[in-house]
């Protein structure tokens, strides 16, 4: 008798509180944002896809990612609405809550499900409808792999997560973890500052490359904070989130010219790296990123 091939369907992976089973790979998928969309095409999943939504209304896309997604079209500039996805005929969406999709909002797992539309949550982005556990680069790595399995590609994404693990466990080797750098990621926002909490990301880039978010207790993922916290707190090194109108240089100039901010040791001593949004949110280039910080912050 021969053996059941190693890829049988039906599969069910755990998405968010959800555990979603798919009889056969998606073969009209559509992703939200460019971090999720990198995240398909790098398990070479370009023509399993009908197209993507919600990158064009906020940010530009790189060289790297126009070649990738040359063929495809933005169905929505921002989050997409239930009629855009049915009228692509899609079978799969891959998004996460404020990644495509708000809490409440027009479309959920649920609103889509009728449309014969299956959806797979962005795991960093689990907290915004239950509790999780801190945002760790393991986040990601769950990602890729349950897509492997949920598009039949599962060597593939073995094979590049075990690649990322390697790479990381090399690049951060000699970090001195003795004293961690303070480290403010600065999103956007002049009044009050949209930065990252305990749940997001960068969080766990920065402790990574042997930093500690200053704002690692904000029980939050990405969120609005006041200015006097980051005062306060005094930060080293200002990881600065680079995309949409305003510049990486306009936001650390913002920062410089704020007589409020003469204080911060970052400031004084003129200590920022940027990380472009596709680096600080989950996706392929995290270990870049890493990479980045890791010489920003002890000068290697």
Request: charged letters at 25%.
């Amino acid at each position: 008798m021969m053996a059941a091939p190693a890829l049988a369907y039906p599969v069910t992976v755990q998405s968010c509180s959800r555990s979603v089973t798919f009889d056969a790979a998606p073969a009209r998928a559509i992703s939200n944002d460019s971090n999720l969309t990198e995240m398909m095409l790098v398990l070479g999943l370009r023509d399993r896809m009908v197209g993507y939504t919600g990158i064009s209304g906020w940010k530009t896309l790189d060289e790297e990612m126009r070649e990738g997604v040359a063929e495809l079209p933005e169905l929505s500039a921002k989050y997409p609405t239930k009629e855009v996805l049915a009228g692509a005929e899609a079978d799969f969406f891959f998004a996460g809550w404020n990644y495509g999709m708000k809490v409440g909002g027009e479309v959920t797992p649920e609103t889509v499900e009728p449309l014969g539309i299956k959806v797979y949550e962005l795991t960093e982005s689990c907290i915004h409808i239950g509790p999780k556990a801190k945002s760790s680069m393991e986040d990601m790595y769950v990602d890729i792999l349950n897509l492997g399995r949920i598009f039949g590609v599962e060597a593939k994404a073995e094979e590049l997560v075990a690649g990322w693990k390697a790479r990381l466990a090399d690049l951060t080797a000699g970090v001195d973890r003795s004293a961690p750098l303070r480290v403010f990621v600065y999103d956007s926002g002049e009044e009050a500052p949209f930065t990252a909490g305990a749940y997001a990301m960068p969080t766990a880039l920065i402790e990574a490359a042997g930093g500690r978010n200053i704002l690692d207790d904000l029980e939050k993922s990405w969120a609005e904070v006041g200015w006097e916290a980051v005062v306060e707190r005094n930060p080293e090194m200002i990881v600065i989130v680079n995309y949409g109108d305003v510049t990486a240089e306009q936001k650390i100039a913002f920062m410089k010219g704020n007589p409020a901010f003469a204080s911060i040791d970052a400031v004084k001593n003129d200590r920022f790296v940027v990380l472009d949004y596709v680096e600080a949110t989950p996706g392929p280039r995290n270990i870049k990123a890493v990479e980045k910080l890791i010489a920003g912050f002890w000068g290697n």
